[in-house]
Structures are given as structure tokens and as C-alpha cells.
């Protein structure tokens, strides 16, 4: 609104100067020294009592609405308001009205900005008391009064030492004509300065509250705040069934940013880490610094205890990125150490005690990790937990590596594809089997980032097998775990086009075991289908698929798994399960790979019985890929394995 160009500052406007002034609202006049009189009377009672009530409020809010209250005492009037200026935003806020309820709901009466008051910027310069007629008015302002039924309104300018915070103005309906009434801005502007005082209070109050219950150099909350917070959540716990976690975070090797660089630059990681940190948590977490570089995470209400790994998990990425301190980069690491109520403890005490300990433990392994409490950890434990420190390490060392297992085709006996199954070579325990690390990758969340790799060696290994005309589909494992995020199918989409790599050539598994309703797995799947890259349902008969899921999935090929091949004894057994997997898959047009095959009857078993694709010892296990060239380049597979041919006799 650009109103108020023909707003008055200063005083009322000329023309309506001496044109005084029905004191009393039933229209009968009173003679005019008598009615100063008890005016001035009425005025001194209502700052008095102003007085009174602003000695005893804590808030801006309270100041407000008190200051808003004792308008209607000195101005004679049913309306009033206060607006608080918001020095951020440019803007005046609207904090407390009469009557109460009244334009509550009109977002265009909270704000005010200089486009809608032109002379916004000059009263924030050179605060002064002004008028604004409703005729004069511009749209937004005359809006505002139209709809309280205002003819006009006398504001006064909030000043505490020099700096203006706000305005307070009283309206006037065509029956109080107050407004022309000489003394009518000085008695509000009496009111304005009183509360000025009190304003000032309030925000100093609210300074010295901040100060008590936040870390100076973050402006995290600190350890007594989190600690109240966590006493609220704690009480409520039992009742709502849910859990609460704390997470305390120690930056790894920190003295070293202090000894090496310096203090600032230490001061500076400390800051900026704090911030990265708060920003794995929602609004309704509270992050604390309990000095040095430890933080506590608290989380007051979450579904389940694991919830709290994640958030731990995002903690460690959210490090991840160097931080440029000093024209530098500097990386830095943490660990974290979890406790979740009631589980592990009822009170804040026992709790954070606990997560110091995991904490502890989670430094031992090695840093870098989360560890959650464990009551007494078993010597597996701590193998597993030494294990676990060493797995993140274990990508950027370069110790994992991609073997390959042929899938072949039934029919023409060649090999149609592969599988991407992953290795670890550990430096001391040797080459791992998937068994021993993946179920610990999923545990702690690692599992992202190594399948994500695996994909990307496995889809470029694709490219170049297929640029050297001999393509191969490759199917790579997808834990269940990373199904529904969003990376996942970025990820492949970016591989696809970067090795311009057909994504029929791709196939991913997905485990049968998968613990999703098949409306999530269908949304979830939706956009990797959309692709154009094949799904594979792993382990099938092992889990819960029912004919539904697959139809609803788009599904393109079944695993039937190693369990169910194993019982196929001879070429001439009753294996009624393989039979109705294989039923299915035909009656859904999928196709299918047999795991496990390890025999030629197995193998004559599933031919005979229609199936696609077979996988297993018997043809190849898992081999680097220049193996895969070799038997590619050879005879067709099963005759140059021990010259058992299954298509003989
Ligand atoms: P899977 O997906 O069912 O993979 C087939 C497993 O069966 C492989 O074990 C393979 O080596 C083994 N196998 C192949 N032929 C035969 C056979 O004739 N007889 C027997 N008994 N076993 C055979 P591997 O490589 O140890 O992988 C184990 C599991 O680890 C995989 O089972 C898969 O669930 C998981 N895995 C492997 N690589 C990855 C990966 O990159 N990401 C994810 N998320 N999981 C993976
Ligand atoms: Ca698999
Ligand atoms: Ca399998």
C-alpha cells in the first residue's frame, strides 16, 4: 500500500487543529477545563498501572499486549495496537492488539514494509508521532481500517536509548473524535516511552536467558539446556511408547587443528562443524556443545531405536567435505556413540554416561564410527565393532574388489551375463566373503556407499565388455536398505550416460527378504524402472512375493535360490517347488537363473524343466573379469568344465 503519503507526522493535520473533542462517548459534551482535567486524571491512573504490570513481565510479547491494554485508558478509544520493528526483515510486526481476536487471521495487518508505509524508513530514522486519516489512506492501511471500522489513527514511535522499536497507535471510530485532541500524542507517546524502558528490559532479559542456556562460540544450546530438554522428554517417554537417543559426537584428531594451525582456525572448524552437525537433525532435535569439540545430539521422539544410527551415519557424511579454514582445506572426522531410552536407561544421567561409553569405544576402534551402547560387549562384539571401523576405512584404502559369476543361458550354453559380487581384502584377515561384512555394512549404514561403488565398477566393467562387442547383462545387488533413495537411481542414471551403457544391460537384485508393503517397493522401484533397467527378485521363494508384489513390480527375472536347487538330486527328482517357481515365472512372462547350480543333474534338471539362466559353481565361481573375457572368448561353458556337457545324454 502506498499509503501513507498523506500520513501526517508530526502532529494532527492542519485543518483539523482545534476542532475538539466529545471526551465522552455518549455524545454529550462536557465543559472543556473539567474534561482536561479528568482526561489528565485518567491518563496518570493508566500509566501508573502500566507502571505497575511492565515491572513484572519478562517477554516483548508481554510488554506488548500490557502497552496495548492501557491505550484505550489514556486515548479514549476501543482500538489500539502494537507493531514491533523487525530490524531484519525491514518491517513492522504486529504484536499486540485490542480488541484481541480482531484481523487475527489477516497476514496484510502483521506486516507492514516501506512499500506499504513510504514513510517507514524516515520514522525509523527520525521517530516521530503522526495521524493517518482513513480518506488519506492508502490501500493496504485504509484495508486494515475499513475492516476494524477506523476513521483514523494517531501513532506513536517506540525509542528505547536512541534506537526506535516499534510503533503503538490507537484508532478511532467516527464516534471518538479524540483524535484531533492536542494532547492526545503526547499522553500516547508517554505511554510509548514507558514501555520503552520495559522493552529494553525484556530484551535484555531475554539476552541474559540465551547467554545462560547457549555455548557462546556456536550458539548451540548448552549442556544445561539440553539437559532440561531431555528431562521433558524423558517424563513424557513412558506413555507415548516411543524412544529417545542421545548421540555424543567427539571430533576425531581436533588437537591437531589447534596445535597445527591455530586457535581461531580451531574455533572456526568448531563452528562450522556444529553447524553441519545441526544439520542432520529436525527442528525438533536439539543439538548442544558441551565444550571442546564435543556435542550431544539429542532426540526426544523417534519411531525406532535404529533411527538414531542413521542420524549417526549422517552425522559422519555431513563431515566428509573438507573444511576451508584459512585458505586451506582441512578434513576432519567424528565419532559417535549412541544410547537410546528406554532401552539403554531411563535417566539423563545413566544415558549420556552410557553414550560417553560407546563413545568411547567407538575412539578405540579406530574413530570415524558410530557405536551404540552395549550392556557388556562380547569379545564377537568388539571383533564385529573392529571390524566395522575398519570397513569405512576400507573404501578409501582401496581393499574391496568386484568378482564377477557367469550367468548362462540354457540354451545356446553361453554365458549371457554376470553378477557383481563383492570382496573385501582384508590386510590381515585376508579376502572376505560378502557374509562376513555386508549384514555389518547394513547395520551401520555403510552399505550405501559400497553398494554405490560396486555399481559404478560393475556398470563401467559392463561398458567395456560391450564396447568390445560382447556384451554382457550385468546384474549387481541393491540392499534393501538404499531401495528408496533417491540417489540410487540418479546414481545409475548418471552411470548410464556417462559410459553410454545400454540399461538393458543392468539388472538389479533385489532381495526377496525385503521388508516393504508392495505399494512402498513399487513406488520405490518406480523410478530405477523408469530407466529402463531390468529388476531381478534375489533369493526368490526364500521371502515373501507373492504373485501380487511381482505383477505390481514390473519384475523381469526370478532367483530362484541356491536352497531350492540344492534339492534337486537327480535329473529325474521330484523338486515340486522348482517346478511351481518355474510355473510362475512363466505364467508372469519373467524369466528365470537357477542359483547354486553345482551339478550336471541339477543342471540337465533345469534345462529339461524350462528354466532360462543358470548360475553357479558348476558353470564358474565369481573370477576377475579377465577370466570372464577368457571363458566369453572359450567353448561354450559347461563343456570345458570337467567336459561334463549337459546337453549330452
Ligand atoms: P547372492 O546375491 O545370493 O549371491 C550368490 C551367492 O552364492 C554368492 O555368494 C556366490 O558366490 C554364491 N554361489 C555362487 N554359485 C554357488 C554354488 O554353486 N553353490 C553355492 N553354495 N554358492 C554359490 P557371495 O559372493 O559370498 O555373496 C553372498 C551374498 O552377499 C550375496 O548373495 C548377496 O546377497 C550379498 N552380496 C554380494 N555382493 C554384494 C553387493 O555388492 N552388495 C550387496 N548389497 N550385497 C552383496
Ligand atoms: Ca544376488
Ligand atoms: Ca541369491
Redesign the pocket.
Known sequence: MRVVGRMVIGGPAKGDQGALLPETRGGECEPVVEAHARRDRVTAEALLSLANALAEVQTRGDVARRLAAAVPGVAACEHAGVWLWDPDAECLCLAAQLPEDERGGDLACQLLFASDLVELPELVREPRPFVVCLDRAGPAVRKVMEMSGLRRCAFAPIVARGVFIGVVAAGFDDRDGAVNDTGLLTRIRGLADQAATAFDNADLLERLRHQAFHDGLTGLPNRALLEERAHQALLSLPRSGRHLSLLFVDLDRFKNVNDTLSRRVGDDLIREAGARLAGCLRASDTLARFGGDEFVALLPDTDHPGDAYLVGERMLAALKHPFVLAGRAVFISCSVGIVTAPDHGRDFATLLRQAEGALHRAKQAGGSICAVHADTASPAQEDRLELEGQLHLALERGELRVLY?PQIDLNTMRMAGV????RWDHPVRGRL???DF?PLAEESGL?GE??AW?RSRALEQAARWADAGTPLRMA????TRVLRDPLLSEQLADLLQRHHLSPDLVEL?V?DRVVMDDAQLASALEPIRRLGVRLAV??FGTGTSALGRLQRCSIDALKID?SFVEQIESESADAPVVDALLLIARSLGQYVVA????TVAQGRFLRSHGCHFA????FS??VEPDEIEELVGGDPLPTTRDGKALTGS
Not at 553378477?419 to 563383492?422: G, M, N, P, R, S
Not at 542359483?595 to 553345482?598: F, I, T
Request: one cysteine or more.
Open positions: 559369476q553378477e557383481a559380487l563383492v566373503s560378502p557374509d555386508i552399505i559400497i553398494d560396486v549387481v545387488n541393491v540392499s537384485e532381495t534375489d533369493d541356491c542359483e547354486g547350480v553345482e548360475q553357479g559353481f558348476f565361481p565369481p
